[in-house]
C-alpha cells in the first residue's frame, strides 16, 4: 500500500512541531534534533519536517512504497508518462536508508518514489536529486536536502 509523503523545510523545529502535534493530535513518530516525522494512517501519510539550514518551504513531495515491486510500478508509471527519472539506490538520508526515483514535476516540484529499507542512526548525506526537465540535454542536479 502507497503512502503519501510531505516534507518542509523550517526554521524553528520545535515551534513546528508543537503545531502539527495539534493538527495531528499525535507526537512525532520519529524524533531527532533537526527532524520529525509523522506516520499517520488519517489521512494516510509520512509528514516530514527538518531543520538543516535550507530555505524554509515545500522541500518535495512522494510516494512510500513497501515493496521493491511497489517501487519498480511507480518507476515504470514515471518512465511510461515520459517524465525525467533518476535512481538512487540505498539513498542514506532522514534517518533512513532507502532505494528511490526522483523525478520532477512541471513546476519544478521534485518528487520522491520510495521504499525504506531500516533505519540508520544518522541524517545521513544522500538527498534530493532533481532531474533536469523533460528535453534537457544536462544531467541530473543533486543537493542534499532531506526526506
Not at 540508520?120 to 534537457?136: H, L, N, R
Request: proline fraction near 6%; hydrophobic fraction near 40%; aromatic fraction near 8%.
Amino acid at each position: 500500500m502507497k503512502r503519501f509523503h510531505i516534507h518542509i523545510a523550517v526554521d524553528d523545529l520545535d515551534a513546528n512541531i508543537h503545531f502539527y502535534i495539534g493538527l495531528f493530535q499525535s507526537e512525532p513518530t520519529v524524533r531527532h534534533a533537526d527532524y520529525a516525522k509523522w506516520m499517520l494512517d488519517d489521512p494516510r501519510i509520512n509528514f516530514a519536517i527538518s531543520q538543516r539550514g535550507g530555505k524554509a518551504g515545500l522541500d518535495h513531495l512522494g510516494i512510500q512504497v513497501e515493496s521493491a515491486a511497489e517501487l519498480a510500478a511507480v518507476q515504470q508509471a514515471l518512465t511510461a508518462a515520459a517524465l525525467p527519472v533518476v535512481e538512487q539506490k540505498q539513498a542514506a538520508c532522514c534517518y533512513a536508508e532507502s532505494d528511490k526515483y526522483w523525478s520532477v514535476d512541471p513546476q519544478g516540484i521534485a518528487w520522491e518514489a520510495f521504499h525504506s529499507l531500516h533505519s540508520i542512526p544518522v541524517f545521513g548525506a544522500d538527498g534530493v536529486v532533481t532531474p533536469e526537465p523533460a528535453g534537457s540535454c544536462c544531467g541530473p542536479k543533486s543537493a542534499c536536502s532531506p526526506q
